[in-house]
Nanobody, 124 residues
Framework: QVHLVESGGGLVQAGGSLRLSCAASERIFSSYMMGWFRQAPGKEREFVAGISWNGDSTAYADSVKGRFTVSRDNAKITVYLQMNSLKPEDTAVYHC?????????????????WGQGTQVTVSS
């Protein structure tokens, strides 16, 4: 069982930046596809960004493209989400997810393992 722990969330003003981290419990993480999702109150969980096992392939939701950057450090078994130019509509609980299969990064059902999430609140 792969355990994922997110950190780095918090309260920030609009236009500010945060960097989220997701630490995995297993070295096998280095062969996993990773994704970031978010869920705001009353809304469905939505895809934010994804990255392939070696970092060669990434994907982003249109709403964050150009503002967010996903990256990973397999030596540290950690994946990151750098969030710049934050907007109030980015407020949500952010979850990281992992899966050993090479499938589409966007749908939540593509991921087997999930973290508990970290709250990001952007004030206007």
């Amino acid at each position: 069982q792969v355990h994922l722990v997110e950190s780095g969330g918090g309260l920030v003003q609009a236009g500010g930046s945060l960097r989220l981290s997701c630490a995995a419990s297993e070295r096998i993480f280095s062969s996993y596809m990773m994704g970031w999702f978010r869920q705001a109150p009353g809304k469905e969980r939505e895809f934010v960004a994804g990255i392939s096992w070696n970092g060669d392939s990434t994907a982003y939701a249109d709403s964050v493209k150009g503002r967010f950057t996903v990256s990973r450090d397999n030596a540290k078994i950690t994946v990151y989400l750098q969030m710049n130019s934050l907007k109030p509509e980015d407020t949500a609980v952010y979850h990281c997810a992992a899966d050993p299969r090479l499938t589409s990064m966007r749908p939540p059902y593509a991921y087997m393992h999930w973290g508990q999430g970290t709250q990001v609140t952007v004030s206007s």
